[in-house]
């Protein structure tokens, strides 16, 4: 399988993975047509008609064009990234070559549905969109969300000029029935109109004015968007705005209003920066929540030993076990499937849900481009007060415990360490630090705030009010203002 998100080089870089396809022995190979792939339906394809693997085209989020990014994932049979001893094993095979093969031939016409050969291999080109759209039409109740879409309420969906202007179009324009428009920025284009396809309320600006018209009446019910590869999504209300750790848990706590899931959950996993908003509902339904390292593949091994249905990180990404990858629209229909459901606002929902569980106001700050030694520095220092910790109060907030976090992974036995610094206070709130980047562009550091509020007086607080103190504390422990010279973060998610 190949197919990628339509960036610039997509179509040239297929048709060279074809011929050295062809050359190395493969009997048949599937292409999503135009050479169009998004990540999770690449995994879907993978999955449905059980391929060797599959090769995907992208460099997510980043930006596209002749002076862009590109890249290329392999992806294993199970639909999922290819695991590191994998990969491992690529790379030193990549630097030991001296030759390799390549057939000769004609390109192949990505754009022509059907069947054609390349030397001894068969090459089908596949609707890109069809296999995922079924997937999700089995998953998601289409009837209860055309029935919503019928009665007024309005929707808007940003492609971003990325992967998922098709399937969306297919899926919300045409199998349920929003009006033409509803889905903006709807054609992959190779350089995504000059934009940087990261669904964040950054760079997702046109959605963003949309979904906050000053005339709130005049705003949609509900908006969402997807990144490049189209993994990703953000979801929105009328003026509001759903954290992605928020989002996993309401998914999670309704889950069985929709048919794929109707039986339940087998369990929840989060990748440890995500707020531990989702361990709440997992508590509430019995059924495990697991806290892994950041990293789709972590969630992959749980999948496929059937521990958990869910899984989502704080990074804009949310998934289940109906593939092996994380899915932006897939979390966008699960948001209307409960919409239809329930008829309440995105923001009435989020705001119940907070009632019912309390709210873990969570906000991330970066520190980007910082110099790498006095990131370095700053980790050490923040780590070299862990033996007194655990018991020191910092006003209110006592701290519960400290550590650098590391995972045994419960299917393979494999260890990953260095994970994040977790400062856990024993009301529930939390104070994580990680360093990543560490390139010629300097290194970023990354603090996660967490406050658990439990007191629905307070729910509506802005996040950045509600964390000040954490924030301060954060500040006391690494000493960031007086380390780095900076009196705010490069980016607040
Ligand atoms: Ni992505």
């Known amino acids: 399988m190949v197919g990628g998100d339509g960036r610039f080089y997509n179509r040239e870089a297929i048709q060279v993975i074809l011929r050295m396809a062809a050359a190395n022995g493969f009997g048949k190979a599937l292409v999503g047509q135009g050479g169009i792939l998004s990540t999770p339906a690449a995994s879907c394809v993978i999955r449905k ?17 002749p002076d862009g990014d590109f890249g290329i994932k392999y992806n294993i049979g199970n639909g999922g990234p290819a695991p590191e001893k994998i990969t491992d094993a690529i790379f030193a095979a990549s630097r030991a070559l001296t030759s390799y093969r390549i057939a000769d031939g004609t390109d192949v016409a990505l754009d ?36 919503l879409i019928g009665s007024g309420f309005r ?108 039986k339940g959950l087998a369990g929840i996993a989060r990748s440890m ?25 972590f969630f992959g091994n749980l999948m496929d030993a059937g521990k958990v249905t869910l899984c989502g990180e704080e990074s804009f990404g949310t998934g289940s076990s109906h593939v092996r990858e994380k899915d932006g629209l897939w979390a966008v229909l699960f948001w209307l499937n409960i919409l239809a459901k329930r008829r309440l606002s995105v923001e009435e929902i989020v705001h119940r849900h907070w009632s019912e569980f309390g709210r873990n106001v969570y906000s991330r700050h970066d520190y980007e481009a910082l110099p790498s030694a006095v990131a370095a520095e700053l980790m050490a220092h923040v780590t070299g007060q862990f033996a007194a910790l655990p ?103």
């Open 112 to 147: 022509q549905l059907g069947v054609c050969t390349l030397g001894q291999m068969r090459v089908e080109v596949i609707d890109p969109v069809a296999d995922y759209a079924d997937l999700m039409e089995s998953l998601f109740d289409f009837a209860a969300i055309r029935a």
């Open 391 to 493: 018991g020191r109060s910092f006003g209110h907030y006592r701290v519960k415990f400290c550590d650098d976090f590391s995972y045994t992974d419960p299917i393979d036995g494999s260890l990953a360490t260095g994970q994040g610094l977790r400062i856990g206070f024993e009301d529930g709130s939390r104070i994580v630090f990680r360093l990543s980047g560490t390139g010629t562009e300097g290194a970023t550091v990354r603090i996660y705030l967490e406050a658990f509020e439990a007191d629905p007086a307070r729910h509506r607080m802005d996040a950045q009010d509600a964390l000040g103190e954490l924030i301060g504390i954060a500040d006391e422990l690494s000493q960031l203002k007086q380390r780095t010279g900076r009196d705010k973060p490069t980016v607040i998610t």
């Open 273 to 297: 920066p995500t707020s531990a908003a989702a361990d709440r509902v997992a508590h509430k339904l019995g059924v495990p929540c697991y806290e892994t390292p950041t990293g789709w593949k």
């Open 155 to 262: 929707l808007c969906f940003d492609a971003m000029h990325a992967v998922t202007g098709p399937y969306a179009k297919e899926i919300l324009e045409r199998r349920l029935g929003a009006p033409a428009g509803a889905v903006i920025n709807g054609v992959p284009l190779p350089d995504f109109g000059n934009g940087h396809p990261d669904p964040n309320l950054t760079y997702a600006d046109q959605l963003v004015a949309i979904m906050y018209h000053a005339d709130k009446s005049a705003a949609p019910d509900f908006g969402a968007a997807s990144d490049g590869d189209g993994d990703r999504n953000m979801i929105l209300g009328r003026h509001f705005f759903v954290n992605p750790s928020d989002s996993l848990a309401v998914i999670a706590d309704n889950a069985t209003l929709a048919p794929g899931y109707a």
């Open 49 to 65: 008609y059980g391929t060797f693997g599959g090769l995907i085209l992208s460099a997510s989020h980043n930006p596209g064009g």
